[in-house]
């Protein structure tokens, strides 16, 4: 398994475009997604992509935000489309195979660093307005 490190933050003006990448060799039975850290605010899930397919994503960022993988590169991505200044902090690519990990890297439940194995360091992601 490669060490996550997530790549593609920057700072965009409202209503910009990023894309966060994440190289996941190794993680093939694991369910991968992003979360974030706002300031002033707690650890908070934002998508989540299982092994079998399924995603889901946090209601503030459905619509906006899209996670995938490229399989054959092993590369996991989120695109990040209109965004919006309350959308930034740091951006941390993460893996987990606990029976919750799906919901809380997707922000379907409060974040639990117990249902995450590993995370990488994190990408800054700014939005000004």
């Known amino acids: 398994q490669v060490q996550l490190r997530e790549s593609g933050g920057g700072s965009v003006q409202t209503g910009g475009t990023l894309r966060l990448s994440c190289p996941t060799s190794g993680y093939g039975i694991y369910c991968m997604g992003w979360f974030r850290q706002r300031p002033g605010n707690k650890r908070e899930g934002v998508a989540a992509?299982?092994?079998?397919?399924?995603?889901e994503y946090a209601n503030s960022v459905k619509g906006r935000f899209t996670i995938s993988k490229d399989n054959a590169a092993n590369i996991l991505f989120l695109q990040m489309d209109r965004l919006k200044p309350e959308d930034t902090g740091i951006y941390y690519c993460?893996?987990?195979?606990?029976?919750?990990?799906?919901?809380?890297?997707?922000?379907?439940?409060?974040?639990?660093?117990?249902?995450?194995?590993?995370w990488g360091q994190g990408t800054q992601v700014t939005v000004t307005s």
């Open positions: 993460a893996a987990g195979r606990g029976g919750h990990t799906l919901y809380v890297l997707s922000g379907l439940l409060p974040f639990d660093q117990n249902d995450i194995e590993t």
């Open positions: 992509l299982d092994s079998d397919g399924t995603i």
